[in-house]
């Protein structure tokens, strides 16, 4: 992993901690982006890895926080010329046997946040530290607020959701279209998103918490 170049550890900053490139834009939508990094059940993974890179924005924030299993969670990011590295390393109290989220990263910027192509990397090992592969933790990269996954947030995705909740058998959601609609973070999608995302998108918000 790379050398962090800020590091913070589990319960980072809260929303209000947001620049204040953010807060002078008062009526100035934000758009959150969120990675998730889970594994199968029997997965047997102690520690975790991601790496990506994604287009020189000018980030407003980010937080990270552990999933389901607790443990240590750090990350870092890296500005360069043309794009921004980012790395973070997830640490559970033993090995993993039960499925689950290691942990999730929250970023919001005014811009549009876009991963360069082929870089996002997951590594994974066990309570001994040796290498098991780049494929036993899967990563999912979201806008979160966009169920339908068409890159945008808009009142299609509050139809989406309405259509999940109604009918989930014809109307099913996608791994990522989950994760994407669970705007509240609270691990499940309900009729609470639903609003939450009309909320978004009538102004009433202007980000996802």
Known sequence: MLSAVSATMLCVTSLAGITSNAAGAETQK???YAVYCDVESGSGV????VYFRYNNIDMDSLEIEAGNFGGDVTHSTL??????VYSASFRADGAIMAPGVLFKSKFWTTDNMTL??????TSAFDATRKFMGNDIVEDS???????NNDKVVDLDDETAVIQYLGNPTDYKLSKEEYYAADVNFDGVVNDADRKLIRDYNNGVIDWFE
Request: charged share 30%.
């Open 116 to 121: 360069v192509d082929g870089t996002m990397r």
């Open 79 to 84: 500005e360069r010329t043309d794009d921004t």
């Open 141 to 147: 990269f979201v806008l979160v607020g966009d169920a």
């Open 46 to 49: 102690m520690w975790a890895d």
């Open 30 to 32: 934000l758009n959150t």
